[in-house]
């Protein structure tokens, strides 16, 4: 993974170069029609970098550019400024990124406040911004490469009767809806693949104990928007090709982040509902138990959801669709190896605790609702018995669950049509 990382690295570092030596070259005489292309490609970039950096941090992305179309723009033209880039708007949005900012300092000496909060901008306060903040901002953008200035004109190339005589023709209609999909199929595309890597570090930021490192992760997007927003000022080509290396290693990651996503949805609803409404639930004998794997396990990736159960030869049963759809997949865990259930400070785990090994390690997580069920939780799988991890392994087992994609070498795996 490191040694693509750095082939892609270097190769835009070698594209900047040549891109910035070209670029004090003397400008040569232009015809009209080479200049209608490089304003049409400039057009284009500017749209791809703004969809880009906004995706990357929907909030922060629409507050900043919110601001600036607002104060570039003549005050006789503000009325037909977009609904994000009134002060009504994204005055707000500021307040509210101050909030998140307090929390994410002062909260850190109050963890059992902060998690809740911390559950409640993952599961509802970054999807509403990517619905509310991100796709208007992508259908805004795509008026704007279409030559019109409000959405309302932009919907317009979509209807498929012409009232007026002097409308333009089927073709040329057909032609413009087209165009119009197209610009806001690409957008979204991008606008949901690069806003589910960001989103992941917020979920990373739930399930960190360590408050210092949630500022590391934030403070690194930030630094991530602020570069591509920058540069697009300074030369929105170079924003263009920093924005695509952008969505290139968001596509990479495109799989990690999905089930990040899942799990941190499923993860902060069950948090809330024990903190705040006291829902445990104590899991039943005869029930596969919902959990999500913390390691990769022969085909089930890491952090996928799945149900545990113990089969009828008393094996331990692991049931998952990777992609919540599809074909499930069941793996028979490896009996020579010991398991406990782990007492966590805000869920349980399955821990593999073989003889030798000097530290236990996480296999499965499961939900919250089971807290406070070890006991139950131990009987019914058939494991040793139950430990207590709430105060150990530190920063190194945090890391270690981000990045540890060793197997679990199973007995037996059968697929069944889902």
């Known amino acids: 993974m490191k040694t693509w990382l750095v082939a892609m690295a270097a190769t835009l570092l070698l594209l900047t170069l040549l ?12 015809d009209p029609k080479s200049s209608l292309v490089l304003l049409r490609g400039q057009q284009i970039s500017e749209a791809v970098a703004t969809v880009t950096s906004t995706a990357i941090s929907p909030l922060l992305g629409v507050c900043v550019l919110g601001a600036w179309e607002y104060f570039r723009t003549e005050k006789t033209k503000r009325q037909s400024l977009p609904g994000y880039a009134s002060p009504w708007f994204w005055i707000p949005v500021a307040v509210l990124l101050v909030g998140i900012l307090c929390k994410d300092t002062l909260g850190g000496v109050a963890p059992l406040l902060k998690k809740p909060l911390d559950a409640i901008e993952v599961l509802m306060l970054n999807k509403a911004s990517l619905f509310l903040v991100g796709f208007p901002v992508v259908f805004h953008e795509a008026a704007k490469l279409m030559g019109v200035d409000s959405l309302g004109k932009f919907f317009l190339a ?20 087209s165009m119009g999909a197209l610009l806001v199929v690409g957008g979204s595309i991008i606008l949901i693949v690069v806003w589910l890597v960001g989103h992941a570090i917020d979920v990373l930021v739930l399930l960190s104990p360590f408050p210092v490192f949630d500022l590391l992760l934030k403070a690194a997007r930030t630094s991530l928007f602020t570069a591509v927003a920058g540069i697009t000022l300074l030369d929105p080509r170079l924003g263009a090709l920093l924005s695509a290396f952008v969505i290139l290693i968001c596509v990479l990651l495109f799989g990690w982040a999905f089930r990040l996503m899942v799990f941190g949805a499923a993860f ?21 138990i919902p959990c999500f794997t913390a390691r990769r396990i022969q085909g089930i990736p890491k952090r996928s959801f799945a149900h545990i159960r113990r089969g009828p030869t008393g094996a331990l049963e692991l049931c998952g669709r990777p992609w919540l759809l599809g074909f499930s997949k069941t793996v028979t865990l490896a009996p020579d190896k010991g398991y406990e259930i782990g007492i966590g400070l805000f869920h349980p785990t399955l821990l593999e605790t073989a003889e030798r090994s000097s530290s236990p390690r996480t296999v499965l997580r499961f939900f919250p609702r089971h807290r406070k069920s070890e006991e139950a939780l131990a009987q019914i799988l058939g494991v040793k018995g139950v430990r207590d991890v709430r105060f150990g392994g530190g920063l190194r087992a945090f890391w270690r669950w981000i990045t540890d994609d060793s197997t679990e070498a199973p007995q037996r795996v059968e697929q069944t049509a889902g």
């Open 158 to 177: 979509f209807e498929p009767v012409a009232y007026a005589q002097s409308a333009p023709s089927l073709l040329e209609r057909a032609g413009n809806a």
């Open 19 to 30: 891109w910035a030596q070209n670029a004090g070259a003397p400008p040569q005489a232009l």
């Open 268 to 288: 902060s609803w069950d948090l809330l509902r024990t903190l705040l409404l006291s829902s445990f639930v104590t899991p039943r004998p005869a029930e596969p």
